[in-house]
């Protein structure tokens, strides 16, 4: 199975509400990184967290990492209707190929 | 400006026939993939080469060559298509080749469509 796995798979909000995506690996990790994906397009880089981080802010998005419990969060906060679009997790496992293992994502709505 | 590009960003061909789909980045990256995504929005690892060599290919079958003429390109040349092959296809770069440690820049995709 994927190395990250994104909880929910899909997620329909209000616009101005806060938005939290979950993943979670199996493996140790160097890092693990967020990206988003509009429709139609490429996947576009958010945020990089290391494993020896726990937090991590960039504009409204936060994330955290446990690497305890294998999982880290993705909380976008005041949504806006720009922010629709698929999140992915992807992990940088510490043994084997050098390469990023993504998630399936989660399919974010925001509703005007 | 500055950007991983793919060409092209539609492709619709038969069964048993061969294409190629072509990526530039001049981002001065040394680091190239090719990642497939298919239907269920799975994102999976094909190829990567780090400044012409081939460094990873994760078992996909020989009809997939790719090939990087330098390193700001990586082609992607498909053999007998077949209907499983139909998905979008990505390229990627990252300015270093141990991956983890820098963010990896995405072209928009290929969809590849295979009647």
């Known amino acids: 199975s994927q190395q990250g796995e994104e909880d929910p798979q899909a997620l329909s909000i209000q616009e101005g509400e806060n938005a939290t995506m979950n993943c979670s690996y199996k493996t140790s990790i160097n890092n693990l990184q967020w990206y988003r994906q509009n429709s139609g397009r490429g996947l576009v880089h958010l945020i990089l967290?290391?494993?020896?981080?726990r937090e991590k802010h960039s504009g409204r998005l936060r994330v955290t990492l446990d690497t305890s419990k294998k999982s880290s969060s993705l909380l976008i906060t005041a949504s806006r209707a720009a922010d629709t679009a698929s999140y992915f997790c992807a992990t940088s496992p510490i043994q084997g190929a050098q390469k990023l293992v993504f998630g399936q994502g989660t399919r974010l709505t925001i509703n005007p | 400006d500055t950007a991983v590009s793919q060409t092209p960003k539609y492709l619709v061909t038969q069964m048993g026939n061969d294409k190629s789909i072509k990526c530039e980045q001049n981002l001065g990256h040394d680091t190239m993939y090719w990642y497939k995504q298919d239907s269920k929005k799975f994102l999976k690892i094909m190829f990567s080469?780090?400044?012409?060599?081939?460094?990873i290919n994760e078992t996909v079958p020989n009809r997939f060559s790719p090939k990087s003429p330098d390193k700001a390109h990586l082609n992607l040349h498909i053999n007998s298509l077949e209907l499983g092959d139909s998905a979008v296809y990505f390229c990627a770069s990252s300015q270093d080749y141990f991956v983890g440690h820098s963010p990896l820049h995405f072209g928009n995709g290929t969809r590849l469509t295979v009647t």
């Open positions: 967290i290391r494993s020896n981080e």
């Open positions: 080469y780090n400044n012409k060599e081939l460094i």
